[in-house]
């Protein structure tokens, strides 16, 4: 029987000898989709074999072959840099088995489903970190059964097989998650399992954050801190605004000035009768006054429009949690989880439409124009957050609006009836194969046969994404186990 590094060195001939030729070269696009599909598994299979042959080392593997640690032994061995053994070496502590000191015998990984989907190819490094990441970081708020829980969950999904609590047309083989994909549900459900992570997570946020501009260097002045959510994602609309390519750039930044109508004021330096000394620091009032100025030139006249209108921040909150005033909220352009007071905050400054859900459909929005709206454009980003067609993580933001039913064949103009779609796959969608239908208020994709062999129409997970159903799901699997 051939060793294993036999074994990898004929995996190696064989691949080398079809990239001497041309036979990639000239492929017709159905067998480019194929290959590409058959040398993602083949590059999935490769990350797989360096991260078990990193878990299964000792400790002293490295030093023995002159290398200070794991890390620069990957980097010699592997030819890959720092960074890249660093992301091999996380996955590897997350997969790695380890050995019972008194029966001698492995023990189940941290990640047991996980390690199998990497080892039958399903994920690769990128996919596992973008699957485990999200959960390790409450690794101390959730419970062992929570965990392998999510493990199962998310091992299902990244091989496509059918989920917990899954609805009848969604039942069934699907395509393969993408890492992006792994990485949005992985989010779901940490927040399903993790529901009050958010409030110490902001507590603590708040307590370090700030915003420093260095001493000019070389004509430039470097700036340094870090950024509550709801400052960051107001920042990435304004960016978003400037830099959307649809818009004519940024408007003349001349200075102006204007005449003080208030000259001034008697009042005392610290007109508090308490005499209190505000107690924040240079670092955290320069992040408050930059926030102020954030919200301010949203609302400019001057400020490019994003979507037909100023730039815009929409905080998205569950109907039921804003009536109850409990829950969390999330913000477009952040990751991070905020609580329900963030909410309510940005709602006061009169700087954003209040779009509210009901059981995953859009509320109390009506229109017959045929144009979208400015504000249903916004409910629409609200609920699908990025173009329709699996895979395309283009912001909706920047996409175009689709009537699903033609406005020409009675299709309303409505949250109901409109979908985002990013330029290119609306101007394809009809030569694409990719099908668009509504249901109840949401929207369903059907895919062409190279992504879905089974052609059935599937919601996608943006748009129901339910973390209610995640976390009872979860609550009734934790008292089944006990």
């Not at 107001?234 to 000035?257: E, H, M, S």
């Amino acid at each position: 029987m051939n060793s294993p590094a036999d074994a990898l060195a004929q995996v190696a001939a064989d691949l080398r000898g079809l990239l001497a030729t041309d036979a990639l070269a000239g492929l017709s696009d159905a067998s480019r989709a194929e290959a590409l599909a058959g040398l993602g598994e083949i590059s999935r299979l490769a990350d797989a074999g360096i991260v078990e042959t990193a878990a299964t080392a000792d400790t002293e593997f490295g030093h023995r072959f002159g290398c200070r640690g794991m890390n620069e032994m990957l980097r010699r061995a592997a030819l890959v840099d720092a960074s890249t053994a660093a992301r091999i070496m996380r996955a590897a502590d997350a997969v790695q088995r380890e050995t019972n000191l008194v029966s001698g015998e492995r023990m189940p990984a941290r990640w047991p489903a996980m390690r199998e989907a990497l080892l039958d190819g399903a994920v690769g490094v990128d996919g596992l970190l973008a699957a485990v990441g999200p959960l390790e970081r409450a690794r101390d708020r959730i419970t062992v059964e929570q965990r392998m829980w999510a493990d199962a969950n998310l091992a299902a999904f990244a091989r496509g097989d059918e989920l917990p609590g899954a609805d009848d047309v969604e039942r069934g083989k699907a395509p393969r998650a993408s890492a992006e994909d792994l990485k949005q549900f992985a989010a779901a459900l940490a927040i399903a399992l993790d529901p009050d992570g958010a409030e110490p997570s902001d507590e603590r946020a708040q307590a370090r954050r700030g915003f420093t501009i260095g001493r000019v260097r070389d004509g430039l002045h470097p700036v340094r801190g870090g950024l509550t959510p709801e400052l960051a994602a107001q920042f990435q609309l304004i960016d978003d605004a400037y830099n959307n390519p649809k818009v004519g750039g940024a408007p003349d930044t001349g200075v102006r000035f204007t005449i003080d109508d208030d000259p001034g004021s008697d009042d005392e330096f610290n007109s508090d009768p308490r005499k209190v000394i505000d107690p924040r620091t240079p670092a955290q009032k320069r992040h408050d006054a930059l926030a102020a100025a954030l919200g301010i030139a949203a609302r400019h006249s001057e400020m490019p429009s994003l979507g037909g209108a100023a730039p815009t921040l929409v905080v998205h909150v569950d109907a039921a949690d804003f009536a109850a005033g409990t829950g969390w909220a999330t913000l477009p352009g952040s990751d991070a989880a905020v609580p329900l007071n963030v909410a309510t905050h940005t709602a006061c400054t009169a700087a954003v439409q209040r779009v509210l859900f009901d059981g995953g459909r859009i509320v109390g929005i009506t229109t017959t124009d045929r144009v979208f709206t400015v504000f249903q454009r916004r409910a629409i980003v609200a609920r699908d957050k990025e173009c329709l067609i699996p895979g395309c993580h283009v912001s909706a933001t920047w996409c175009e609006i689709h009537h699903v039913t033609e406005h020409a064949r009675g299709g309303p103009t409505h949250t109901d009836n409109g979908v985002p779609l990013c330029w290119w796959h609306h101007r394809s969608l009809g030569q694409s194969g990719w099908e668009i239908r509504m249901n109840g208020g949401l929207p369903q994709i059907r895919g062409p046969a190279w992504w879905d062999a089974e052609q059935k129409w599937r919601t996608p997970r943006l748009s129901t994404l339910d973390t209610r159903r995640w976390r009872s799901q979860t609550q009734r699997n934790v008292v089944m186990q006990e």
